[in-house]
C-alpha cells in the first residue's frame, strides 16, 4: 500500500484512542522501524525519543528477538491458560532471578491495565479488605478498573466509576509543592516526611482496617516523571507494615532497565509486596503483562480459589517474546547502559536549563526525563495550561521537534524523553540539540 490508501483506509476503518473521531490528532503513517529511528511513507526517519509508547526498551527491530517469536510460532502458537508449556516455565524463572524481594509467583496479562487490576483483586481478596489509595497524578490502565485507579484527569471521563473505595492522595511533586511552595531550602528528606505524614493521616481518616493496598508508580510516567525524593518510598513501606497495608508498585513504564536499574524500586531498596509490569516486558513486541507477587500472597491462595483468569494468560508468542527481551538486556548490559546514557541525558538538561528562560525544571533518571516549560520561573506558570489544548506556543515548540526529526510525546507544558536503552551518545545529544534549538521559540513568546 501506498501512503494516501494507508491513511485512507485507516480512517475508514479505526476507532481511536483519546480523541474525537472527527479530529484525532498526531496521527501519521509508519512504514519501518529499525534501532532508535522509525520512517514515514515519504522515507523520513525520526528519532524515536519515546521508544514508540514507552515500552521499545531495546529498539526496534531487534532479530534475536524477532527470530525466538518466530521458533514459537512455529512450535506452538497457542496453549490455554491451564496448560504448562516451556516459555511459561523458562520466563518464571527468569523474572524471579531479577526482580526484587520474595515476589517469585506471576500472573500473566496482556498489558498494564488488566495486570493493574488482578493485583487489586489479589489485594483484597488476600487482605480481606476493599479500599485502594493511589495518587492524583498517576496512570494506571484505561479498562474500567484501572481508570478508577488513575488519580489524573483521564478517569474524569467515566465517573461514576464501577469499581469503587478508591481514594486518592497527593503526590511528592517537589517542583510544584502546595507544603513548601515559599520554600526553597527544604531537604527532600524534610520533604517526604511530611508527606508521608500528610498520608498517614488520611489512613486514619480512612481507617487503615479498611485499606488493602496502596498503589503507586514508583516513578511517575506521562504526568511528568516525578521521582520520589530520598526517604519517601523508605517511610511509604514502613506506613504499610505498620497498617498491615500491601505496597503494590507500578513499573509498567519505569521497569526493565528504564530508570537504570531492572526496576525503579532497586534504586531505594524497597521491596513491594505485588509489582506490576508490561511496556518493556517484551519491548513491545508482543503484547504482554504481568502481575508478581510474594511467596506469601501466592501460598494463601493455594486452598483458596482465585476467581480471575484470561484467554491468552500465558500467551506463548508473548512469553518467548519476554525470555528473548530479557536475554537482549543483559546480553547487550542495557541496564548499565542506561544509568551510562542517564548521566549524560542529565548533564544536557541541566546545561538546557540554564541557556533558556522557558524551561522551570528539568528531572532525569536512567533514560527517563521530563523538561518541565513555563511562562514565568517565579511564578512557574504552565507554558501550555493544565487540562487544556496546547498552548500556540507549545505547538510550535511541539512542531518544530518533529518536523525536524525527533518523535517525542508532551504532556501539556512537558517535553518526556523516553528513548530506546540502545541509544548511543551522539544520538542523544542530536535529540537534545533539536529540543534546544525547539527552545528558542518559547524564550522569544514569553
Given at each position: 500500500?501506498?501512503?494516501?490508501?494507508?491513511?485512507?483506509?485507516?480512517?475508514?476503518?479505526?476507532?481511536?484512542?483519546?480523541?474525537?473521531?472527527?479530529?484525532?490528532g498526531?496521527?501519521?503513517?509508519?512504514?519501518?522501524?529499525?534501532?532508535v529511528y522509525f520512517w514515514d511513507y515519504n522515507g523520513k526517519a525520526y528519532l524515536d525519543f519515546n521508544s514508540m509508547v514507552m515500552c521499545v526498551n531495546i529498539g526496534h527491530g531487534n532479530q534475536y528477538v524477532i527470530d525466538a517469536m518466530m521458533a514459537q510460532a512455529n512450535e506452538l502458537l497457542f496453549a490455554g491458560p491451564h496448560m504448562a508449556t516451556e516459555p511459561r516455565a523458562k520466563l518464571?524463572?527468569?523474572?524471579?532471578?531479577?526482580?526484587?524481594?520474595?515476589?517469585?509467583?506471576?500472573?500473566?496479562?496482556?498489558?498494564?491495565?488488566?495486570?493493574?487490576?488482578?493485583a487489586i483483586k489479589i489485594a483484597r481478596a488476600y487482605t480481606g479488605r476493599f479500599k485502594i489509595m493511589t495518587r492524583y497524578l498517576s496512570y494506571h490502565g484505561a479498562t474500567m478498573g484501572a481508570v478508577a485507579l488513575t488519580g489524573d484527569r483521564r478517569r474524569l471521563a467515566w465517573e461514576p466509576n464501577v469499581m469503587p473505595s478508591v481514594v486518592h492522595f497527593i503526590d511528592p511533586y517537589m517542583y510544584r509543592s502546595v507544603f513548601f511552595q515559599n520554600r526553597k531550602d527544604v531537604s527532600e528528606e524534610e520533604f517526604s516526611n511530611a508527606y508521608i505524614q500528610h498520608l498517614e493521616e488520611i489512613i486514619q481518616y480512612e481507617g487503615p482496617q479498611t485499606i488493602a493496598a496502596i498503589l503507586i508508580e514508583t516513578v511517575t510516567g506521562t504526568n511528568g516523571i516525578i521521582i520520589p525524593p530520598q526517604g519517601y518510598l523508605q517511610g511509604l513501606r514502613k506506613l504499610c507494615d505498620k497498617?498491615?497495608?500491601?505496597?503494590?508498585?507500578?513499573?509498567?513504564?519505569?521497569?526493565?532497565?528504564?530508570?537504570?536499574?531492572?526496576?525503579?524500586?532497586?534504586?531505594?531498596?524497597?521491596?513491594?509486596?505485588?509489582?506490576?509490569?508490561?511496556?518493556?516486558?517484551?519491548?513491545g513486541y508482543a503484547p504482554m503483562g504481568a502481575v508478581a507477587m510474594t511467596h506469601e500472597i501466592a501460598e494463601f491462595f493455594m486452598?483458596?480459589?482465585?476467581?480471575?483468569?484470561?484467554?491468552?494468560?500465558?500467551?506463548?508468542?508473548?512469553?518467548?517474546a519476554a525470555i528473548a527481551n530479557i536475554q537482549v538486556i543483559q546480553q547487550e548490559n542495557l541496564i548499565e547502559k542506561s544509568a551510562e546514557r542517564g548521566k549524560l541525558l542529565?548533564?544536557?538538561?541541566?546545561?538546557?536549563?540554564?541557556?533558556?528562560?522557558?524551561?522551570?525544571?528539568?528531572?532525569?533518571?536512567?533514560?527517563?526525563?521530563?523538561?518541565?516549560?513555563?511562562?514565568?520561573?517565579?511564578?512557574?506558570?504552565?507554558?501550555?495550561?493544565?487540562?487544556?489544548?496546547?498552548?500556540?506556543?507549545?505547538?510550535k515548540v511541539k512542531q518544530y521537534i518533529l518536523d525536524n526529526g525527533v518523535f517525542l510525546y508532551t504532556h501539556f507544558n512537558v517535553l518526556l524523553i523516553i528513548p530506546p536503552l540502545i541509544i548511543t551518545d551522539d544520538e542523544l545529544t542530536k535529540g537534545l540539540g533539536i529540543i534546544d534549538q525547539a527552545l528558542n521559540i518559547a524564550d522569544s513568546e514569553i
Amino acid at each position: 500500500m501506498d501512503r494516501e490508501e494507508v491513511l485512507s483506509l485507516s480512517f475508514k476503518h479505526n476507532f481511536w484512542t483519546w480523541s474525537m473521531q472527527r479530529n484525532i490528532g498526531d496521527v501519521f503513517p509508519v512504514k519501518k522501524a529499525k534501532g532508535v529511528y522509525f520512517w514515514d511513507y515519504n522515507g523520513k526517519a525520526y528519532l524515536d525519543f519515546n521508544s514508540m509508547v514507552m515500552c521499545v526498551n531495546i529498539g526496534h527491530g531487534n532479530q534475536y528477538v524477532i527470530d525466538a517469536m518466530m521458533a514459537q510460532a512455529n512450535e506452538l502458537l497457542f496453549a490455554g491458560p491451564h496448560m504448562a508449556t516451556e516459555p511459561r516455565a523458562k520466563l518464571g524463572q527468569l523474572l524471579s532471578e531479577i526482580i526484587p524481594g520474595n515476589l517469585d509467583h506471576f500472573f500473566y496479562t496482556l498489558g498494564g491495565s488488566d495486570a493493574n487490576e488482578n493485583a487489586i483483586k489479589i489485594a483484597r481478596a488476600y487482605t480481606g479488605r476493599f479500599k485502594i489509595m493511589t495518587r492524583y497524578l498517576s496512570y494506571h490502565g484505561a479498562t474500567m478498573g484501572a481508570v478508577a485507579l488513575t488519580g489524573d484527569r483521564r478517569r474524569l471521563a467515566w465517573e461514576p466509576n464501577v469499581m469503587p473505595s478508591v481514594v486518592h492522595f497527593i503526590d511528592p511533586y517537589m517542583y510544584r509543592s502546595v507544603f513548601f511552595q515559599n520554600r526553597k531550602d527544604v531537604s527532600e528528606e524534610e520533604f517526604s516526611n511530611a508527606y508521608i505524614q500528610h498520608l498517614e493521616e488520611i489512613i486514619q481518616y480512612e481507617g487503615p482496617q479498611t485499606i488493602a493496598a496502596i498503589l503507586i508508580e514508583t516513578v511517575t510516567g506521562t504526568n511528568g516523571i516525578i521521582i520520589p525524593p530520598q526517604g519517601y518510598l523508605q517511610g511509604l513501606r514502613k506506613l504499610c507494615d505498620k497498617y498491615g497495608i500491601l505496597l503494590i508498585t507500578d513499573e509498567v513504564m519505569c521497569g526493565f532497565g528504564r530508570t537504570g536499574k531492572w526496576f525503579a524500586v532497586d534504586h531505594w531498596d524497597i521491596k513491594p509486596d505485588i509489582l506490576t509490569m508490561a511496556k518493556g516486558i517484551t519491548s513491545g513486541y508482543a503484547p504482554m503483562g504481568a502481575v508478581a507477587m510474594t511467596h506469601e500472597i501466592a501460598e494463601f491462595f493455594m486452598d483458596r480459589v482465585f476467581y480471575g483468569g484470561l484467554t491468552y494468560n500465558g500467551h506463548p508468542l508473548s512469553l518467548a517474546a519476554a525470555i528473548a527481551n530479557i536475554q537482549v538486556i543483559q546480553q547487550e548490559n542495557l541496564i548499565e547502559k542506561s544509568a551510562e546514557r542517564g548521566k549524560l541525558l542529565k548533564k544536557l538538561l541541566e546545561d538546557m536549563k540554564l541557556r533558556h528562560a522557558c524551561v522551570g525544571d528539568v528531572r532525569s533518571i536512567g533514560l527517563f526525563a521530563a523538561i518541565e516549560l513555563v511562562k514565568d520561573r517565579n511564578t512557574k506558570e504552565m507554558l501550555s495550561p493544565f487540562n487544556k489544548p496546547l498552548s500556540s506556543t507549545m505547538e510550535k515548540v511541539k512542531q518544530y521537534i518533529l518536523d525536524n526529526g525527533v518523535f517525542l510525546y508532551t504532556h501539556f507544558n512537558v517535553l518526556l524523553i523516553i528513548p530506546p536503552l540502545i541509544i548511543t551518545d551522539d544520538e542523544l545529544t542530536k535529540g537534545l540539540g533539536i529540543i534546544d534549538q525547539a527552545l528558542n521559540i518559547a524564550d522569544s513568546e514569553i
